[in-house]
């Protein structure tokens, strides 16, 4: 069964520097999602993308997240200047449509940490 | 506002018991999707199941089986003949009709014993 994958599977990074995780979805899927999971607490919506742009956005993603697409496979969230709170799993997900019913594809998800 | 309650935090059980994990959803909307996600230890979501807010008939597949009460807001989940593989974190999640963005649960941590 195609799945999402995510690099890498965990990052370490100092407080203050800008990290980059990357996606590659489901090939023929066309939105993109991310969403983060701080230890031990549920899973939050951060953004999701279609068309090259931001379709919806949580209150948590905020002027130092931002999300690219740079070329037809990959799909990127960089956080600019890393705070200590940053520090969650990243989980990346892709659907081949819009809409509630559609189920989203995860993948294994990036554990960020920020020291 | 939409909110998912689990109110169980961690549940422990002998292999082979039976047992049931409980969600509450919260919702104005009159349509909307329920969904269950299996975490196992290795981090990723695994999609379960999905069910549409308009179809409130039960289904089971294989040892897994689902119980939706919309009059309750619930969306119950059952392992019949729970085995060790059956552990991982557990999370419930509504969806908008026509929306993109998840609303999880806290998610219930299963612990099946041998």
């Known amino acids: 069964e195609p799945e999402v994958t995510q690099t890498p599977s965990h990052q370490v990074t100092q407080m203050g520097q800008e990290v980059i995780l990357r996606c590659v979805p489901i090939s023929n899927h066309l939105y993109f999602y991310w969403y983060r999971q701080i230890l031990g607490q549920k899973v939050e919506f951060l953004v999701s993308f279609y068309n090259n742009e931001i379709s919806e956005k949580s209150e948590i993603f905020d002027d130092q997240f931002s999300v690219e697409r740079p070329d037809g496979s990959n799909f990127t969230l960089k956080i600019r200047s890393t705070k200590l709170e940053d520090s969650a799993m990243y989980f990346c997900a892709s659907s081949d449509s819009r809409g509630g019913s559609e189920k989203l594809f995860f993948g294994s998800g990036t554990q960020l940490s920020v020291l | ?114």
């Open chain 2, 1 to 114: 506002a939409q909110k998912v309650t689990q109110a169980q935090t961690e549940i422990s059980v002998v292999e082979k018991e039976d047992v049931t994990l409980d969600c509450v959803y919260e919702t104005r909307d009159t349509t909307y999707y329920l969904f269950w996600y299996k975490q196992p230890p290795s981090g990723e979501l695994v999609f379960l199941i999905r069910r549409n807010s308009f179809d409130e008939q039960n289904e089971i597949s294989g040892r897994y089986s689902w119980n939706f009460q919309k009059s309750t807001s619930s969306f119950n989940f059952t392992i019949t003949a729970s085995q060790v593989v059956d552990s991982a974190v557990y999370f419930c999640a509504l969806r908008k009709f026509y929306g993109q963005n998840f609303v999880f649960g806290p998610g219930t941590r299963l612990s099946v014993l041998p």
